[in-house]
């Protein structure tokens, strides 16, 4: 029975599996205010499923790349259950996240503003390359070396900023990953741990005065 959380973009989603069976999902589009919402988005999620916390065998949660303060609130809550219930958090890649379950040829790309993009591309769900911080057409260079032909799909919020390169692939903007694909993705990990660490690609924006 596995909770997952996503909480690093702009939505505070969450979904309950039962091995392959999906109990009950929900997704809120907020740009702010994940971490007021989460936990009550649990207990309703909880609720709708007829499931009890003690039932929960592993919990699923974004690590980034994405908003600092938004994953570091998925990642206290999902740690913070962990211990509570003394059974495995795992991390997982918001960009695999959003990439899981589309054939073919795929970009993951979050605008990171400060004109870069987060990008991972993948090939039949395999990844290309190491999740990265790129500007646009740094993004879109590496692009035109890995995207053999075929099918392709740009995916994500940074997706329009590629789609000039990629005219003919399909573009889509969801506000984050699909929490079920968040709780595949857990289930699927070998050696869970129960503390996963945030993936940061780049600084934080906000500076202590000097």
Do not use: W
């Amino acid at each position: 029975m596995i909770l997952a959380l996503d909480t690093c973009l702009t939505a505070c989603s969450v979904a309950l599996l039962d091995g392959e069976r999906v109990l009950a999902a929900r997704s809120e589009a907020m740009p702010r205010g994940h971490q007021e919402r989460l936990a009550p988005l649990v207990r309703e999620l909880m609720i709708e499923a007829g499931v009890g916390f003690p039932a929960l065998t592993r919990i699923g949660v974004t690590v980034g790349p994405g908003s600092f303060t938004g994953l570091r609130v998925g990642l206290a809550f999902a740690k913070g259950l962990s211990a509570a219930l003394n059974i495995p958090c795992v991390g997982v890649g918001a960009l695999e996240a959003l990439a899981l379950g589309r054939d073919g040829f795929v970009v993951a790309v979050i605008d990171a503003r400060r004109e870069q993009v987060y990008v991972q591309m993948f090939g039949d769900g395999v990844a290309l390359m190491a999740p990265d911080a790129l500007t646009a057409q740094d993004a879109m260079a590496r692009l035109a070396e890995l995207y053999a032909g075929g099918p392709a799909t740009l995916m994500g919020s940074g997706a329009p900023l590629l789609a000039a390169a990629m005219p003919s692939a399909t573009v889509l903007t969801p506000d984050g990953p699909d929490p079920v694909a968040v709780a595949r993705l857990a289930q699927r990990a070998r050696a869970p741990v129960h503390s996963p660490r945030p993936l940061y690609l780049r600084a934080p924006d906000a500076k202590l005065p000097i």
